[in-house]
C-alpha cells in the first residue's frame, strides 16, 4: 500500500522560494510515476509538475523556468524545488503517484492513484 506523506509547505514572500518534499513508504519510488498538483478552493485540481519512471519530465507552462520536480530514489523521497514564487502559486500541493501513467497524460490527476494529504504553500 502506498502511502505519500508532503511536507515543506509555508509562507513566503513574493520572488522567494520553498522546496516541498513527499515521502514515500510502501513501494519503491523508482518504479513509480510521481507529481505535483495544486488545487485552489473551487478550482479543478492542476498538475504542476511530474516524472514518468524513465525520468522523463513535465511542467504545466506557468511554472515553467521556476520549478524542478527531482527525486532521491536512495531516500524514496520526491521534490518539487519551488523559486520566483508568486502569489497565484498559493494554493495546497499534492503529491500524486500511480504504477503507469502515459507520457501524455503526466499532468492529468485523474491518472494517478495514490494521494498526499496536501502541503499549503502562501505567497505574499
Known amino acids: 500500500h502506498v502511502q505519500l506523506v508532503e511536507s515543506g509547505g509555508g509562507s513566503v514572500q513574493a520572488g522567494g522560494s520553498l522546496r516541498l518534499s513527499c515521502a514515500v513508504s510502501?513501494?519503491?519510488?523508482?518504479?513509480?510515476?510521481m507529481g505535483w498538483f495544486r488545487q485552489a478552493p473551487g478550482k479543478e485540481r492542476e498538475g504542476v509538475a511530474a516524472f514518468d519512471r524513465d525520468g522523463s519530465t513535465s511542467y504545466v507552462d506557468s511554472v515553467k523556468g521556476r520549478f524542478t520536480i527531482s527525486k532521491d530514489n536512495a531516500k524514496n523521497t520526491l521534490y518539487l524545488q519551488m523559486n520566483s514564487l508568486k502569489p497565484e502559486d498559493t494554493t495546497m500541493y499534492y503529491c500524486?503517484?500511480?504504477?503507469?501513467?502515459?507520457?501524455?497524460?503526466?499532468?492529468?490527476?485523474?491518472?494517478?492513484?495514490?494521494w498526499g494529504q496536501g502541503t499549503q504553500v502562501t505567497v505574499s
Open positions: 510502501g513501494y519503491d519510488a523508482l518504479y513509480l510515476c
Open positions: 500524486a503517484a500511480a504504477s503507469w501513467v502515459d507520457d501524455s497524460l503526466l499532468l492529468h490527476p485523474d491518472e494517478y492513484t495514490y
